[in-house]
């Protein structure tokens, strides 16, 4: 841009008229006037004063630059002047005062070559923070100002302004607003003046403003000023038209407003109008002359009454009656850029006058949607601001800082909690971590940093804040329209910085530094990572070119790419084509977690995701595991548990019990430890029975068909609460008097503690379930009565209830024997059990752990279990064996009991054979090892089979398979006869009370169908699908290690629960390890996250407008579902 | 010329609506007419609404008051029901019919209004409407950085210029970068049919209500 042709602001030909915008006509009488040094720093509305300095200075053989600050620059201007040269500083109004401290002085010592300050004002706040009113500064600081109202004005008042300057002696602040620096008209030249620099003469009298100079000084501005004034009056800057005792005065922008609305309402006779641009010194004796026989005026200025309160006092003094009306009259406001209708308002109300012609009929407002600014597609700093709140979450507290970043205030970054001026984001976050503690983050640009952002940050280095300091690197003052950034190197291909950010940073102290690329979301979200993590302040620095001004710069096409979404991926539910999507609505927690997920773990980027997690495939339930995981992980333990009450009956129950194939399908398991599922769930229906979530399932509509259930263990209780939710008739028998089956009467309480159990039967239940204690099959309960009675169908589950035996000889005084089903059942009922001192208990399954822990709670001192394989055979789970030994439980493997005798359980050393059926070594006995284990009780827990009893009374055979079971249908649970359906122990499946809940759903839904003559609903569980991948993954790993039960001595042995609980700190960072291995349809990180306008919604479908992509991919990152990819090229 | 002609510019930013008023206000100085262009742009460039406006004639601000435009040029649709405060019922009002949807919008999930209700809304004021199908010229053009020399064509076609288009062929000619000139030239042209000639298929030209004042 800077070698351009030749620039219409060098004409050099008199009357030459251009068009121009204020700004440029700033600049064209800076260089009639003969300036031979520019600076500035970029602010709306002021920037293209400095940007058209940086046009024509070298042409023109001016000496430029961009400051780095407002006072930086308005020094450098000053230094200028003192060397004899005319200089001219440009800012917005905001940097005069961070100007100030300079500006105080300068009019005590005074420039030599004539020194011009653009301060713009901002009325209305358009680009600003705030509208300051910067004229108050003038008789504050002895500041001759002026307030231009055209383009062709702000021309001749700079020109004006270095005569002024010179011969007055002090610095001339021109103050523009954005309606006259923003508006173009047609200008008309003078010829071009050429520089002088007259060199700085040594005078440190005059120019060094030590106390007694400084009086002295001082004294002499009271001449400045006369000459000053005395100048103002000849300026022509005041100018009077028409002689009516009616006036109006204004001043600034409001002059042209003004004249057009008087001109436009032919009232422009009957007034006298008065136009001022003379803002410090007033020129008074010109002004009195324009007053002559007024006795009313209307002063016409926007913001402060400066001028109002100036002419009152005027009047005062002079003992003039005129009447002032403006601000303290009411007619005006003191905010806000003034209007035409407004203006022509007071003048009518203030003067009394009528306007011609009709009033203009104007349309109604109408509501139309917002359209705010926001980062452009491929904004580094969207990615940057994305990662940011991703890794520091919601309790962080963000402080921004002023650029185009400002724009993360908006939905959806969220980034900016609160803003004040340039470079205060670094000290807001000092400051509010130093007095609260909070986490805090600061972030600003490349320019704001060496603005005033250094010296923001050594103050927190010196104080040893704890906060995070983020630089937004662009390379590039981009938002006032791309004004280089300190240091910043233009080479043919690209930028360069020549001032490095990290060596700044590193020399003011900061040990935790890193330079990162926004566009790599990995690595810079572990850096700010690792910021988060160290102490004191810790620095990163996003580093990425603009693209907008590279492709300007180096002429290389804006676009880097294009990506499209693949919408077979995008929003795409896996489990929504078996009726099984969640049904949970779409929220920002939720899909936030989701979309750290996938770039923390990073592995995913690169991986095909299936449409299900192996996790929910193992899941006999078909739980959708990553969502709830995700739900815990956001926060919204409601929506977690809605999600599991959805699909598993019994929450309380199955969250201690669970034999957790899902922790064994989990990916971590490859690498670290699988994702502790069953505690999180554990831990979200603790949270919902605590704060009374518990959710009612409403029936469907009674179709009164009856149902009976019999066995109301888990499999039972299960299909009886599901036929009911369908509306069925269901009765439910069992020979206990109370419901629970195995869960009540075989797992120990302090495992499976009754009052959650309770809760839990008592829920489904209450869905209208009848339930029938004291009947037991084959004695006082028959199938066939039961069909007559006009049941449409039984369901039978039973469970496995008969012990196998001990294979072994014993003595005549052998000493007691029973199974561990008889044994847990006695001891679960309450009341007492015999138990030896001396237990011993055979097997190595849950029940013989089970046995073996409660013989310790009912007294036994020494319990062995003796077990024929190896330890790790053991088909027990791993942390009930260990909590077995933490409580004085030995477990002897190898041995195969031999002989019963009177002193204790005679048993023969094994070792391993060949493997059997089940891949384990099959134990050979070796004969002449015996050992004797001292006992007096035996406790033998070898597994169960039905107890077929009941089959004798029955006039039916149901179809049987290997071991006994009865034969099913694996989809409806139907067995050879059409009325009678089983599920659980009875039938072949894997002996978990998981799966024989499972085993009942699946059932009501397969009588469902079978009665309703329907298929079979696709709603009901599936069955587990067992990948031959996942069976190769090492199984044998430590289960989550949070859940590990209490290896705590002190702990007591007794009935009460044995497990640990998660905190919510430790649920939720568990939870945050789910890698999401599955496609969620619940998801719209693009938009509601990462908010790139690329992006737009066309009938529910998230699309990429090629147009507007740029190709930088960072949402490729975004995307959980891995749905955006790079378009083909065409 | 005695009265001035206000012509107000509104779409979004990156429309190219400075441009237009910039290549206005040359073309009055082409003609020796006093003009004054303003483009109060804040913070469009980051793709929010712009206004600017153009006055053709004697007078000294860049302000169009309430019910004062003459000219409502829109760039987008929903861009000129923010400018309905400016419209009287005699003013003119183009719209293009190319949509850029707000990203307030896209966010909520909430759909782009209907531009039959935008231009129902705009005849409320006025009767003088006129749609440009922008998007289907452009891609006859096949530059989409034409659409605003196409509407400055429209704006042309409504034949209120106190200049013809010569004087705009010219200030084109002269002032686009090379590679957009014979496209820009081009759109010119065709945004003059679209309004000049009435065809109903490219610009619907409604006079059928009578002004009410």
Redesign the interface.
Known sequence: MKQGTFDPLLVDVKGH?E?L?GNEAIVRGALEAGVAFACGYPG?PSSEVTDSFFRVAEQRGIVFEYSINEKIALEMAFAASLAGARSICAMKHLGLLYAGDPLSTIPYIGPRGGLVVVSAGDPSC??SPNEQDQRLLAPMLFLPMLDP??PQEALDMTKFAFELSEKSRLPVVLRPT??VC?????VRYQRLMPKQVGGFVRDPERLVPVPANARRMRIEIKDRLEIAEHMMAESGFLRVYGNSDQAVLASG?P???C???L??SDLYGRVRFISLGCIYPLPERRLLEALDGVTRLLVVEELSPYLEDGLRSLAARRGLSIEILGKGSGHFPAEFEY???QI?SAIEKGLGLRADG?D???????Q?????????PGCPHRASQFALRTVFGEQCLYFGDIG?YT?GYG??LHTVDSLLCMGAGFTLAAGVSRITNQRTVGVMGDSTFFHSGMPALLNAVKEKVDMVAVILDNQVTA?T?FQESPGMKQLADGLSREVSIEAVVRSLGVKQVETVDPYDLSSTMQAFERARDAQGVSVVICERACRVHLARQTGQTYKLGSYQVDSSLCQFCGREASGQRCGQSRSIAFTRHMTQSRIQHVDCKSVEKSSQAPCSTRCPLGLCIQGYLGQIAAGQYKNAYEMILERVPMPETVCRVCHRPCEQACVHGDTDRAVGVNDLKRFVVDWAHRFDQAAECAPWVDCGIRIAVIGAGPAGLAAAYHLRLRGYRVVLFDAEEKAGGLLRYGIPAYRMPREPLDRDIERMLASGVEFESGRKLGENLFIEQLLDDGYAAVFLAIGAQKSIDLPVERDPDAIEQTDALTYLRAANRGGDVKTGKHVVVVGGGNAAVDAARTAVRRGAERVVIAYRRSRQDMPAWDDEIQAAESEGVEILCRLQPARARADGLLCVKTKPGKPDASGRSRPVAVADQKILIEAEQIITALGQRMDESWCASSSFDLEREAEGLVKIDPLTGRTSHAKIFAGGDMTPANRTVTEAMAAGIRSAWGIDAVLRGTEVADRRPIAPIVEASLEKRNVDRDQAECRRPANDPSRPIDDSEVAVVLTEFQARQEASRCKVCGLCGNCRSC??LF?C?A???RDGGIFIDP?LCMGCGVCESVCPNGAIREAANE | MNERLKILIVGVGGQGALTVAKFLGEAAILEGLEVMVGQLHGMSQRGGSVECSVLIGPGKSSFIGDGQADIVLGLEPMEVLRALPKMSPQSRVIINRGVIMPFSLALQGLPYPPIASITEQVQEITPYVFEVDGPVLVRRIGVSRVLNVLMVGALTGLGMLPFDRNVLWKVIEKKSPERFKEANLQALGMGIEAVASKKPAIAVVMESKEATC
Do not use: I, N, W, Y
Request: some cysteine; glycine content about 6%.
């Open positions: 008229a068009s915008l709306t358009r680009t109202s055209t954005t309606r923003h508006s173009r008209a047609v922008a002059v042209a407003g004249h057009d609305v001109v436009e209007q035409p209708e022509l009709p203009p009929l104007a349309g109604q407002a109408s139309v949607p917002v359209r705010p600014p926001t980062l452009c185009c724009l939905p959806p938002m329209g938009l509601d908010g306008p992006f737009f919604v147009e």
